[in-house]
């Protein structure tokens, strides 16, 4: 249940920050929907494969590999899904970024909803 609303939620992320941002480009709401998908998949199960193989490389960089890391998966989903277009790399970093931090701030919003009733 908790994969289907990170799905959902990052389904109303993509789409708003889209709307929002020029280099950023979707055919109809599919795309959206299956670029969620895909950026999800990836953090879910290639990203802590290459998180481990860069630990050395992100703690003398202090995690800026991080941006890279997300940068590079949002333009491999630009590139395997039809629909979905980002314009060049510094529009995907800004919106890796947003991305993140409109997540993190929703997921800490949701946990302690969740803890406050208990």
């Known amino acids: 249940m908790r994969f289907v609303s990170r799905i959902l939620l990052g389904t109303a992320v993509v789409l708003v920050t889209a709307y929002i941002l020029p280099g950023i480009s979707t055919d109809t709401f599919l795309p959206v929907l299956a670029s969620a998908l895909m950026i999800s998949l990836f953090n879910t199960f290639v990203r802590p494969l290459i998180l ?3 630990i ?3 703690l003398i960089t202090f995690g800026l590999v991080l941006f890279a890391l997300n940068t ?7 590139l395997f ?5 980002v314009s060049g790399i510094l529009i995907t970093l800004l919106f890796s970024t947003i991305i993140s931090a409109i997540v993190v701030v929703m997921e800490s919003m949701s946990a302690s909803d969740s803890g406050s009733r208990t």
């Open 81 to 85: 899904l039809r629909g979905f277009h």
């Open 72 to 78: 590079g998966i949002i333009l491999l989903v630009s």
């Open 52 to 54: 481990l193989m860069k």
């Open 56 to 58: 050395p490389l992100n």
